[in-house]
């Protein structure tokens, strides 16, 4: 069964520091890794998302990491501010097999002022 | 100019009764979707319909139903309510498969009494 593995459960950063979720897949071919943030009472919305042609992906503060051959991919927020408190989510889609995304079990992050 | 909407946004019920809940996109996309999201934050896709046509049916109980009157429109009924039925549902939309990302509306929180 294709999987998703996300880690950490959840995680606290100090105002200015840098925030790091890490995901695995196993072996199934993927050509799609986007990366949702929920913050509560909301639904998950598109953060950033990367093609498995780059290895990295860089939209303002938030970089994702792709590692091909290690089949992982990460989250990095840079400068990490309270209002990126939310959980996140990454997920990623099969390239060919049944048309659903695959998503991690979530990251509950919390920026302490 | 809501993109995904949801309604109703709570829904509290007892067991064993009958409720939809009602999704409307106005993206133009043609793929929907929806999601349940449980106490431990997991997303569990359910269902996923591409111009009005069942797609993917993720082994749910025969008392949830969906209906897609319109590509723009993809609702949920629930039969015979049971207490494991709640959590947060969410639906959402893609332009189709192939061109991600989904966009979720805002939930439905369903409690059964």
């Known amino acids: 069964q294709q999987q998703v593995k996300q880690s950490p459960q959840s995680l606290i950063v100090q105002k200015g520091g840098i925030s790091i979720i890490n995901c695995a897949y196993e072996n199934t071919a993927f050509d799609y890794f986007p990366w949702y943030q929920q913050f509560p009472g909301k639904g998950p919305a598109l953060l950033i998302a990367?093609?498995?042609?780059?290895s990295e992906k860089k939209e303002g503060r938030f970089t994702i990491s792709f590692n091909k051959s290690a089949k992982q991919f990460s989250l990095h927020i840079m400068d990490s501010q309270p209002g990126d408190s939310a959980t996140y989510f990454c997920?990623?889609?099969?390239?060919?097999?049944?048309?659903?995304?695959?998503f991690g079990q979530g990251t509950r992050l919390t920026i302490n002022p | 100019d809501t993109a995904v909407s949801q309604t109703p946004k709570y829904l509290v019920t007892q067991m064993g009764n009958d409720k939809s809940i009602k999704c409307e996109q106005n993206l133009g996309h043609d793929t929907m979707y929806w999601y349940k999201q449980d106490s431990k934050k997991f997303l569990k896709i359910m269902f996923s319909?591409?111009?009005?046509?069942?797609?993917i049916n993720e082994t749910v109980p025969n008392r949830f139903s969906p209906k897609s009157p319109d590509k723009a429109h993809l609702n949920l009924h629930i039969n015979s309510l049971e207490l494991g039925d709640s959590a947060v549902y969410f639906c959402a939309s893609s332009q189709d498969w192939v061109n991600q990302p989904q966009h979720f509306g805002d939930g439905t929180r369903l409690s059964i009494l």
């Open positions: 319909y591409n111009n009005k046509e069942l797609i």
């Open positions: 997920a990623a889609k099969p390239h060919q097999g049944a048309q659903k995304l695959v």
């Open positions: 990367i093609r498995p042609d780059v």
